[in-house]
């Protein structure tokens, strides 16, 4: 009888368990680019949300931005901006601005129908943004 038991405990929780998988959590991917504004340290950024799986994207998500310097821990504190979805489903437009030029990474955080947050590095520079130098070389981290 007990086996009996354990057994349908067993099923139930494959059962369970199945569902789960099932329902898994839909994981967002995003693209950023980010072109400079018209005052200093002001950028003007498009993200593109789409589902990591399926490539969909992702609309009528409420989005909001924020940013840190990964090689300056707790030294800045920008303040997160909410994002507007374009016309284009998926892709939305956030206004940044940052405390100096450098790497940042961008704090992607969905909420809504989709909650999730994507990281996205990049190095923001006076003209230009563009992909992250690698972490060597500290010292020429200055404010
Ligand atoms: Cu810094």
């Not at 099932?22 to 003007?44: F, I, M, N, S």
């Not at 994002?83 to 956030?94: I, L, P, R, V, W």
Request: aromatic content about 4%; charged content about 25%.
């Amino acid at each position: 009888m007990r086996s009996i038991i354990c057994t349908a405990a067993a099923i139930a929780m494959l059962a369970l368990c199945g569902l789960e998988g099932a329902h898994a959590q839909v994981r967002a991917k995003a693209g950023v680019t980010c072109k400079p504004g018209t005052e200093k340290l002001q950028y003007d950024c498009i993200i593109k949300l789409a589902n990591s799986k399926t490539n969909e994207p992702l609309s009528g998500l409420t989005l909001t931005v924020g940013a840190d310097m990964p090689s300056m821990p707790a030294a800045h504190n920008v303040r997160p901006v909410g994002a507007a979805e374009d016309q284009e489903k998926g892709t939305y437009k956030a206004r940044i601005v940052l405390e100096m030029y450098g790497d940042w990474a961008l704090r992607l955080d969905l909420s809504g129908p989709v909650r999730d947050r994507v990281v996205k590095r990049l190095r923001f520079e006076r003209d230009r943004v563009g992909e992250t130098t690698p972490a060597r070389a500290p010292g020429r981290h200055r404010h």
